[in-house]
Protein backbone atom coordinates (compact mmCIF):
# COMPACT_ATOMS: atom_id res chain seq x y z
CA UNK A 1 0.00 0.00 0.00
CA UNK A 2 1.79 3.17 -0.87
CA UNK A 3 1.80 6.36 1.83
CA UNK A 4 2.07 9.66 0.86
CA UNK A 5 2.82 12.05 3.68
CA UNK A 6 2.97 15.85 3.07
CA UNK A 7 4.94 18.47 5.36
CA UNK A 8 5.60 21.72 5.29
CA UNK A 9 2.85 23.39 6.12
CA UNK A 10 2.40 26.38 8.49
CA UNK A 11 1.04 29.83 9.22
CA UNK A 12 3.22 32.78 7.11
CA UNK A 13 2.34 36.60 6.49
CA UNK A 14 0.65 37.13 3.30
CA UNK A 15 3.22 38.01 0.99
CA UNK A 16 5.58 35.31 2.57
CA UNK A 17 6.28 31.59 1.26
CA UNK A 18 5.98 28.28 2.01
CA UNK A 19 7.40 24.76 0.31
CA UNK A 20 5.00 21.89 0.71
CA UNK A 21 6.63 18.47 0.03
CA UNK A 22 5.23 14.82 -0.45
CA UNK A 23 6.64 11.61 0.39
CA UNK A 24 6.07 8.76 -1.22
CA UNK A 25 6.86 5.27 0.65
CA UNK A 26 7.78 3.81 -2.66
CA UNK A 27 9.34 5.31 -6.05
CA UNK A 28 7.07 8.37 -7.65
CA UNK A 29 8.44 7.22 -11.23
CA UNK A 30 4.83 4.34 -10.91
CA UNK A 31 2.69 6.76 -10.70
CA UNK A 32 1.56 8.36 -13.80
CA UNK A 33 0.36 11.72 -12.46
CA UNK A 34 1.02 13.75 -9.19
CA UNK A 35 -0.93 16.27 -7.77
CA UNK A 36 -1.64 19.07 -5.22
CA UNK A 37 -5.33 19.87 -4.33
CA UNK A 38 -6.39 21.95 -1.86
CA UNK A 39 -9.82 22.18 0.51
CA UNK A 40 -10.38 25.46 2.49
CA UNK A 41 -13.35 25.41 5.23
CA UNK A 42 -16.75 25.43 3.96
CA UNK A 43 -14.97 24.97 0.15
CA UNK A 44 -15.29 21.89 -1.87
CA UNK A 45 -11.56 20.23 -2.99
CA UNK A 46 -10.13 21.63 -5.48
CA UNK A 47 -6.60 20.92 -8.11
CA UNK A 48 -4.06 23.87 -7.36
CA UNK A 49 -1.07 22.04 -9.35
CA UNK A 50 -0.38 18.82 -11.38
CA UNK A 51 2.57 17.14 -12.79
CA UNK A 52 2.45 14.53 -15.14
CA UNK A 53 5.44 11.33 -15.31
CA UNK A 54 6.41 13.00 -18.77
CA UNK A 55 7.13 16.47 -16.83
CA UNK A 56 3.92 18.54 -17.91
CA UNK A 57 2.52 20.67 -15.75
CA UNK A 58 -0.56 22.45 -15.08
CA UNK A 59 -1.22 24.83 -12.59
CA UNK A 60 -4.45 26.30 -11.19
CA UNK A 61 -5.13 30.24 -12.79
CA UNK A 62 -5.55 31.31 -9.62
CA UNK A 63 -2.00 30.02 -8.56
CA UNK A 64 0.03 30.87 -11.79
CA UNK A 65 3.01 32.92 -11.67
CA UNK A 66 3.25 32.49 -7.67
CA UNK A 67 3.19 28.31 -7.30
CA UNK A 68 5.33 26.23 -8.57
CA UNK A 69 5.52 21.88 -8.52
CA UNK A 70 8.09 19.97 -8.91
CA UNK A 71 9.42 16.22 -7.99
CA UNK A 72 12.85 14.57 -6.80
CA UNK A 73 12.53 11.20 -8.15
CA UNK A 74 15.41 10.17 -6.10
CA UNK A 75 14.00 11.20 -3.27
CA UNK A 76 10.38 9.96 -3.94
CA UNK A 77 9.65 13.56 -2.98
CA UNK A 78 6.60 16.03 -5.05
CA UNK A 79 7.12 19.83 -3.81
CA UNK A 80 4.42 22.66 -4.33
CA UNK A 81 6.76 25.48 -3.77
CA UNK A 82 4.57 29.01 -2.72
CA UNK A 83 5.15 32.26 -3.20
CA UNK A 84 3.62 35.23 -2.63
CA UNK A 85 0.81 33.87 -0.39
CA UNK A 86 -2.70 35.22 0.32
CA UNK A 87 -5.11 34.79 2.68
CA UNK A 88 -7.14 33.06 0.51
CA UNK A 89 -4.60 30.41 0.16
CA UNK A 90 -5.47 29.25 3.33
CA UNK A 91 -6.87 25.59 2.99
CA UNK A 92 -5.27 21.96 4.08
CA UNK A 93 -3.08 20.75 0.85
CA UNK A 94 -3.40 17.20 -0.20
CA UNK A 95 -0.98 15.23 -2.35
CA UNK A 96 -2.23 13.07 -4.44
CA UNK A 97 -0.80 10.10 -6.67
CA UNK A 98 -2.60 8.91 -9.96
CA UNK A 99 -1.55 5.02 -11.15
CA UNK A 100 -4.73 4.81 -13.57
CA UNK A 101 -8.80 4.81 -13.13
CA UNK A 102 -9.80 3.58 -9.44
CA UNK A 103 -6.06 3.38 -8.61
CA UNK A 104 -4.64 6.76 -6.85
CA UNK A 105 -3.73 7.53 -3.61
CA UNK A 106 -4.19 10.39 -0.82
CA UNK A 107 -2.12 11.98 1.76
CA UNK A 108 -3.84 13.62 4.69
CA UNK A 109 -2.89 16.79 4.12
CA UNK A 110 -1.20 19.81 5.58
CA UNK A 111 -2.58 22.70 6.49
CA UNK A 112 -1.30 25.86 5.25
CA UNK A 113 -2.25 29.81 7.16
CA UNK A 114 -1.77 32.86 5.25
CA UNK A 115 -2.46 35.68 7.59
CA UNK A 116 -3.12 39.32 6.44
Known amino acids: QVQL ?3 GGGSVRAGGSLRLSCAASGSILSFNVMSWYRQARGKERELVAR ?9 ADSVKGRFTISRDNAKNTLYLQMSSLEPEDTAVYYCRAWVSY ?9 LVTVSS
Open 5 to 7: VES
Open 102 to 110: GVDYWGKGT
Open 51 to 59: LTSGGSTHL
